[in-house]
Each structure stands twice: as C-alpha cells, then as structure tokens.
C-alpha cells in the first residue's frame, strides 16, 4: 500500500511536471510564432512602406520631370512673348498683373500703375463673363484708347481653363500713334489743299463770269485777264511743288550741281519777300562773314525754294514789329552755316520733334493765346529739311515759345 501510494504520487509529480513543462513550450510557442509572426508583419509593413516610398520617389521624378518640362515651356513662352513687338499684359480676375512683356512696359509708360488702373476698368465691363467654349476668347473689336501722349488700339480675350472656367485676361497692346498721327496729317493735308485751291479757284471763275458777261465785239477787261493769269501761275507753283514733294517721299529727288554763291541765293530771296516783310511790319537783317567763301555745289531754284519757306515761316509766326536776322559764316573752311533768328512766337515742345513732317501743321498762338494759322499746306519746312540733306547737310532747330526759333541749315563748301 505504502508501495502504490508512493508510486502514485510519483506518478502525479510526473504528470504535473510534464504539463508544467508542456505550459511553458507553449508559452514559448506562443512567444515564438508570436514574434515570428510580428516579425513577418514588421517586414511586410517594411516591404509595403518600401514600395510606397518607391512610388513616391517615381511621382516626385515624374513631377520634378514635368516641372522642368514645365519651366522650359514657360521660358520658350516668355521668350516668344518678349519678342512680340505687340503688348501683352496677363491680368488676373482681380485686375492684378500677373505677366508683362517689354513692349506693353514701353507702351505704358513711366506710369504703369495708373495706366494698369485704366486697363482694368476697362476688363471691368467685361467681368460678368465666367465660361467660355475656348481656352481664348476675343472679348471685343479692339478699342483705341489714349495712355499719355501716345495712341493705342487694344485688345481684350478671355482667358479660360481646360473646364470652360475664366481665369484670367489677355490684354494685347499696339501703339498706332504714328498711324494716328498719319491719318491727322492727312486730313490737316485735305483741309489746307483745299483751302488753298479755292482762292484761287474763285478768282478765277470770278474773272471768267465777268469776260464771259462782256459785249460781242468789245476789248475783253485786261484786269480780268491779268487776274487769271496770276492765279494759273499760283495755281501751277502749287502743282509743281506738290510733285515735288511726291518725289522726295519717294526717295526719287534729285538736285543738280552747279556752282552757288549762297550769299547771292539768299539776298535774292529776302529782296523777293520785301512785300511780305514790310506788309507784316517785320524789321530784317542780314550779316555775312566769308563772303568770298560761301560756295557750295548744288541746285540753285530747290536752295532758293527751300530757304524762301524757312524765310516765310519766320514771317508767318513772327508778331507785328517783330525782328528776322538772317546770319551766314564759312565753319572750319568746311561748312557754310545758315542761321535764321526770329522773335516770332515759339514752337511747342510737343510740336518741336515733328515739325519737319510733311504737312504737319503745330499749334502756335501769340501772346494773347490766339491760335496763328497761316495760309499754306504745311509743308515748307519738310521741304527745306529735305533740300538739305540732298545737298548732303542738315536742318535743325531751336526754339522757345515767346521767345522766338532759330533755324540752323549746314552745306558742305564747294571743293
């Protein structure tokens, strides 16, 4: 009994021990696959973060990839821009700068503030439209509007995204001052043509009525004729000189060379306009220096027309009482100097860079603001300036407005 007991409890102290021991295989099982299967997560996690940052690593190139792309076509865009000789101004919804070339800067002026508050009121009245059917829609007919001294034809176009939606405004910009100006200089031409014609148009018809109204048989009105006469001659002079002024826009003006005592041409002219001097009450003057010297070759008729308009020009904007100098010198055994000194009214600076375009007429007024408008097509000192140069010399000017002009004409001496 004793035996059995003993065995048992043997038995039973196996049993526990085997189970204990089977407990903690368990418990290292557990322990195991536990942290194998951590393990096996941490390097699935690994595996799968991996990947992530591959792909993210091959976005980023794609992205960095179409940026640059990006970069370049913005460049090869800017760079078509800058050499646009139009304008163009990027505007935002809001009216904000967003891009601008070198040309709409040079357009815009000094002031580019102002002159951008100016474009934006003028997007303003088309804000309201938000969708378009095209990425770039004309908002109008181009418009001609006034920044500072200068004329500008402008454009306006929507600017929408690939949904129809706007974004923005392109404003496009070309300054057509001097087509402007052209179109003013040809409607001042038609007026003075005009003008001028007439007068000696009525003369004429006048005379004609009265010879006309005479007896058969009767001595025609020698008045009449003498009339007629005078103002075909004035009436062929304008013809001439229009022709002549056709030639030299044409480049296609010639002039001859002979010999010229310029001294001779000039005395010849001034004698010519005494009538015109004393009915003006103009005192006028005459120095030279070098006289034996002052020859130059040339074409004697288009120098004596061309220093009879500068002559004339003075006597036109020169008050009543007033004073012409006419000044003429050799210049470093070179040059023979022209110098005509008026204390006529002045030239405006606004006036002063075009008053050698042909037919351009400035705004001269007195001392008492009276616009002075004299008779004539505009176009004596753009024929003077061109008789000079085609004389190989030059024409230039000095003025201040009531105070007077001093015209300056340089020839080179005859060899």
Same mark, same amino acid.
């Given at each position: ?31 195991? %696959? !536990?942290?194998?299967?951590?393990? =096996?997560?941490?390097?699935? $996690? @690994?595996?799968?973060?991996? +990947? #992530? ?78 969708? %378009? !059917?095209?990425?770039?829609?004309? =908002?109008?007919?181009?418009? $001609? @509007?006034?920044?500072?001294? +200068? #004329? ?97 826009? #044409? ?97 405006? #600076? ?66």
């Amino acid at each position: 009994m004793s035996e059995l007991s003993t065995t048992t409890h043997t038995n039973s102290s196996d049993v526990s021990g085997y189970v204990t021991r089977i407990n903690r295989l368990g418990a290292v099982v557990d322990a195991f %696959f !536990s942290r194998v299967y951590i393990a =096996l997560n941490r390097r699935a $996690r @690994l595996r799968h973060e991996q +990947r #992530a940052r591959l792909e993210l690593y091959r976005q980023n190139l794609a992205m960095q990839h179409q940026l640059t792309q990006r970069e370049k076509e913005l460049e090869r865009l800017h760079g078509i821009v800058a050499t646009i000789k139009d304008g163009i101004v990027m505007l935002d919804l809001d009216g904000n700068i967003k891009d601008i070339n070198q040309a709409a800067r040079h357009i815009l002026g000094a002031q580019l503030e102002h002159s951008t508050v100016e474009l934006s009121s003028l997007v303003g009245q088309y804000q309201e439209q938000d969708r %378009f !059917s095209s990425e770039l829609t004309p =908002l109008h007919e181009p418009k $001609r @509007l006034q920044v500072q001294d +200068r #004329a500008v034809a402008c454009q306006l176009a929507a600017v929408s995204n690939a949904e129809g939606n706007r974004i923005g405004t392109l404003v496009v910009l070309r300054d057509v001052t001097e087509v402007t100006f052209g179109d003013k200089l040809k409607d001042q031409f038609v007026t003075a043509i005009s003008h001028e014609l007439r007068t000696p148009m009525n003369v004429i018809k006048m005379s004609s009525e009265v010879l006309l109204g005479t007896e058969e048989g009767k001595a025609p009105n020698r008045r009449m004729l003498e009339l007629i006469e005078r103002n075909v001659h004035v009436l062929d002079r304008m013809i001439v000189e229009l022709l002549d002024i056709s030639e030299m826009s #044409a480049g296609g003006f010639h002039i001859r060379q002979t010999p010229i005592h310029v001294e001779q041409v000039m005395m010849s002219v001034i004698n010519g306009l005494m009538t015109d001097l004393k009915r003006a009450q103009l005192d006028v003057s005459f120095m030279v220096r070098d006289s034996e010297l002052l020859y130059i070759n040339g074409d004697e008729s288009r120098l004596r027309w061309a220093l009879g308009h500068l002559i004339q020009n003075s006597i036109n904007y020169t008050e009543p009482r007033g004073h012409i100098m006419v000044m003429m010198n050799c210049t470093n055994h070179e040059y023979v100097t022209i110098q005509i000194v008026d204390t006529g009214v002045g030239i405006l #600076a606004k006036d002063l860079p075009f008053i050698f375009d042909r037919f351009y007429r400035g705004e001269a007024r007195n001392a008492k603001g009276k616009l002075i408008d004299p008779r004539g097509l505009g176009q004596g000192l753009y024929i003077a300036k061109t008789v000079a140069e085609a004389h190989n010399g030059q024409l230039n000017v000095q003025s201040t407005p009531a105070e007077g002009s001093t015209f300056t004409m340089v020839l080179p001496l005859a060899s």
